[in-house]
Nanobody
Framework: QVQLVESGGGLVQPGGSLRLSCAASGFTFSSYVMSWYRQAPGKERELVASITSGGGDRTNYADSVKGRFTVSRDNAKKTVYLQMNSLKPEDTAVYYC????????????WGQGTQVTVSS
């Protein structure tokens, strides 16, 4: 069975940091682009960051998080991470892990999400 399990969310003050983890199982992790999405109450789900795999890993970020967030992956551990620094209240959301098969737009897997709350 395919599983994506997020962890690492919590409550943090503005300017603080958190590291999210997403542990994957049940599929060939290295064949998937891994991404982090987030959804705040009353807002649409948005792409935060993504990372490819294989030779020359590539990353991309939403403009709102560039310079503050860093996405990385460990294929041996089948885990993707999101290091979040200089957090702002507008970063408050449920963060979801997504796996997208390289060879099909129709093959996606989602985790259940982890809550991040940035508040003083």
């Amino acid at each position: 069975q395919v599983q994506l399990v997020e962890s690492g969310g919590g409550l943090v003050q503005p300017g603080g940091s958190l590291r999210l983890s997403c542990a994957a199982s049940g599929f060939t992790f290295s064949s998937y682009v891994m991404s982090w999405y987030r959804q705040a109450p009353g807002k649409e789900r948005e792409l935060v960051a993504s990372i490819t795999s294989g030779g020359g890993d590539r990353t991309n970020y939403a403009d709102s998080v560039k310079g503050r967030f860093t996405v990385s992956r460990d294929n041996a551990k089948k885990t993707v991470y999101l290091q979040m620094n200089s957090l702002k209240p507008e970063d408050t959301a449920v963060y979801y892990c997504n796996a997208h098969y390289y060879y099909s737009d129709y093959v996606h897997y989602w985790g259940q999400g982890t809550q991040v709350t940035v508040s003083s």
